[in-house]
């Protein structure tokens, strides 16, 4: 089989090349280097840059047209396509290709396959890396069962704007959270092996700093320090780059006054020189000809050149490479090691695929293609329910509503309660909004024949015909935000008549999946104006009232938190989401989740983010105008802070013990903490380490999460924990940027969310 597989490399080659009568020696296939050698001394200008076109199906150019292109040897790999059938003519057309060099394929699998998962924002509120870890296995077979061999994943980018609508595609605040989910996602995405039949390349993104565009604005400018920089945003790339991510994707912003793209500095001296990445760097979207938009390139030309000259290896979309690659080579603008550089690597990268040895290794024979794409048996549900579970995040539990009686009548209502559509969120590559459980679904299974659920939509998701249209044109396959026609006052009466006959109402709100996606940044968090007088004429029934809150990203929840007796976030939850709400919200499950991201007051107090740089003049309670850092006319500090989040059972900690109260460098510290849950259900919890610096050469953050570790205890158990911490926890960039621990006192603090939390003191010798 695999003979035959490599024939058309052998024989292609020999009819078509100038080598017709005298075949070129087989591939050297047991050895990387030798092999691309091999093949940059056998290519011809036009097909190495053939090589560094990335392609989208659908949208670049007819279908039609592209198995002619790539059989043209004009096409280095394609995203867009997803399912074997189709991707097999395409790599057909590559083995017919001169050389034949196949091809790969790519696609944003970002939070599950077929199967999806809760959206990545509410992964990282499992803090859970074994559920996280589940999430990018199940994914990585599924993708790779449909003939795919990249995802454009994980995405790692920083965030602490919540107006920014990728939000909720990456993990939350926190670098140390976020780098130790990029490197779980990697490992977890590629297998033990890359070259694995179900393994798939993970390409981080978005390299660099993409999540802090001024004011939470998408594509907008990105201008920070370097020290803030290396402290905060660009750990979690270099995480997912240790973990031997095969690809990095370029972020489409400025970097301090240079577009990613065209960014010498971020793409060779850190991530190539400091950094060690061999892999693959692809652009995003359209990057190279934006160049010119944003104004480093007065054309096409220098476009090309600056990227390429950058570290640009594969262009994704552009035709500028095609266009404009051979004359710069050709006049001795772009010396043509570059280029073979940049095709070595994709090269490289198809070779770490497997693809070289089989070029079918994730498409299969055609006899073995799954009858149904979508058929139930190719998902996952067991393993999606579970991860839904464990991302839920319980933010207020007023006289312990819930968890809610099986016999109760419930009242559920609001726009998001039998939504499948959003029940997948923003990105969710293959998955069908008719396989997912909506709450509706998840509850009427849960409570069975023992209660009742009353159904009423209460509101649309919003009735601001201007956002309607917005959210409908963003690139859905048809219109996703559906309103009901009915008068907004009529929808709500209803849904008062079924509080009115429920023993408690359950209110899905918050937002429609597309409202958290690329290119919806918001100025505002509230919940739409629809929503809020739903939620305000509920109140009014004096019925207890649960909030399951749909969203991704934080919203502003003041008026919630202080009106609605329970409040549940589930984000947006995938699949298995109904019921997954619903094991917790009929307390099936105990809910463990914990904000991996501060929700602000409001859009006025942005940001928020807890490990901000100690103050000269930090805000102190007392007197108006007290000259301290505040906004005079909201309380200080975030509603919910990052790692907050309730159980329905109790935990308590202990104070920290230390093993010492000197550390010498080269030697490790270990704290200890004992945990008791003193309640009386079973639940889990997440114990949280943070550490102060409490003199540096530089200004350093009130605390820095250093470790956490999540455990289930039982009723009344109680659990010693242990962390070892070491001199490499203390380090930071100082104002030189060398990487040090200064000596002097630092503070552990313990808690179960940033804010409570116990401190001990220790000295760097
Ligand atoms: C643009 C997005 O910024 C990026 O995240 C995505 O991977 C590509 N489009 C491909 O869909």
Redesign the pocket.
């Known amino acids: 089989m695999m003979i035959k597989r490599l024939l058309p490399f052998v024989l292609l080659a020999s009819a078509m090349s100038p080598y017709a009568f005298a075949a070129p020696p087989a591939l050297p296939l047991d050895d990387r280097q030798a092999l691309i050698e091999t093949l940059l001394e056998r290519m011809t200008l036009a097909e190495k840059i053939g090589q560094l076109r990335l392609i989208?199906i659908g949208s670049d150019m007819p279908r039609e047209r592209i198995a002619e292109e790539i059989a043209a040897g004009r096409i280095g790999a394609t995203?867009?396509s997803v399912t074997r059938t189709d991707n097999r003519p395409m790599q057909d057309a590559a083995l017919r290709s001169r050389l034949g060099i196949p091809i790969f394929f790519a696609y944003?699998v970002i939070h599950g396959h077929r199967t999806i998962f809760p959206i990545s924002l509410a992964l990282a509120s499992s803090w859970d890396l074994e559920a996280i870890a589940l999430s990018g296995r199940v994914s990585a077979i599924e993708a790779s069962a449909d003939g795919l061999d990249l995802t454009?994943a994980p995405?790692v980018d920083i965030t602490r704007d919540p107006r920014w609508g990728r939000t909720s595609?990456g993990f939350g605040e926190d670098p140390y959270l976020v780098s130790q989910i990029a490197g779980t996602l990697v490992r977890t995405y590629q297998g033990q092996r890359l070259s694995a039949s179900d393994s798939v390349m993970a390409s981080v993104?978005?390299f660099a700093l993409y999540g802090a565009v001024e004011g939470g604005r998408d594509y907008n400018v990105v201008d920070m320090s370097p020290q803030r920089m290396h402290q905060d945003y660009l750990p979690p790339y270099r995480a997912a780059v240790d973990a031997g991510a095969g690809g990095v994707?370029v972020a489409?912003n400025t970097v301090n006054g240079m577009p990613a793209s065209a960014n010498r500095w971020l793409l060779r001296d850190l991530l190539r020189d400091d950094w060690g990445f061999r892999g693959l760097n692809i652009s995003?979207?359209g990057a190279i000809d934006e160049l010119l938009r944003h104004g480093v390139a007065p054309d096409g030309r220098t476009a090309a050149r600056l990227a390429i000259e950058a570290g640009i290896d594969l262009s994704?979309h552009d035709s500028l490479y095609l266009q404009e690659l051979p004359g710069l080579v050709e006049r001795g603008e772009v010396p043509i090691e570059l280029i073979d550089q940049a095709v070595g690597r994709v090269l490289g990268a198809k070779y770490d695929l497997g693809l070289f040895h089989d070029p079918y290794l994730r498409i299969g024979k055609a006899a073995d293609d799954p009858v149904e794409v979508n058929a139930e048996s190719r998902l996952h549900r067991d393993a999606a329910r579970q991860v839904a579970r464990d991302s839920l995040v319980l933010l207020e539990n007023r006289q312990q509503t819930l968890p809610l009686r099986k016999e109760a009548t419930i009242a559920l209502v609001g726009p998001l309660a039998d939504s499948h559509v959003d029940m997948l969120g923003s990105?969710s590559a293959a998955g069908v909004a008719a396989q997912t459980v909506t709450l509706r679904q998840g509850l009427e299974a849960a409570v069975g024949a023992t209660g009742q659920v009353i159904h009423a939509r209460g509101a649309n998701v919003t009735d601001d015909p201007r956002l309607i249209e917005y959210l409908n044109f963003l690139n859905w396959d048809r219109p996703e935000v559906t309103q009901d026609p009915r008068p907004p006052q009529a929808m709500i009466d209803e849904a008062v008549r079924a509080a009115r006959e429920a023993d408690v109402i359950v209110a899905a709100v918050g937002e429609s999946r597309g409202m958290s996606h690329?290119s919806s940044s918001r100025t505002s968090l509230a919940l739409p104006a629809s929503q809020q007088a739903l939620l305000e004429a509920l109140v009014a029934t004096g019925k207890p009232l649960v909030v399951v809150l749909m969203n991704g990203r934080p919203l502003q929840l003041g008026w919630v938190k202080e009106h609605a007796d329970a409040v549940l976030e589930t984000w947006f939850s995938g699949t298995e989401g109904g019921h997954a709400i619903a094991d917790v919200l009929l307390g099936e499950h105990n809910p463990s989740g914990k904000l991996p991201i501060s929700f602000p007051r409001s859009v006025g107090q942005i940001p928020t983010y807890y490990n901000h740089p100690r103050l000269g003049r930090p805000y102190v309670e007392g007197r108006p105008g007290n000259y301290t850092s505040q906004y005079f006319d909201e309380s200080n500090g975030a509603l919910y802070p990052f790692g907050y989040g309730l159980s329905y059972t109790k935990f308590e900690l202990s104070k920290p013990q230390l093993s010492g109260h000197k550390l010498k460098r080269g030697q490790n510290l270990e704290v200890s903490v004992t945990v008791k849950n003193t309640g009386e259900r079973a639940g889990a919890t997440v114990v949280q380490l943070y550490l102060q610096d409490l003199v540096g050469s530089s200004v350093r953050p009130v605390k820095e999460l250093k470790r956490f570790e999540k455990l289930m205890l039982e009723p009344g158990e109680t659990r010693l924990i242990r962390f070892e911490l070491g001199e490499s926890d203390l380090k930071f960039h100082d104002a030189k940027l060398d990487y040090v621990a200064e000596p002097g006192e630092f503070e552990v603090q313990l808690g179960l969310d940033s804010r409570a939390v116990i401190s001990e003191r220790f000295e760097l010798l």
Do not use: C, P
Request: zero cysteines; a negative charge.
């Open positions: 989208s995203f867009n944003d454009f995405m595609e993104k978005h994707m489409l995003d979207h994704m990105w690329e």
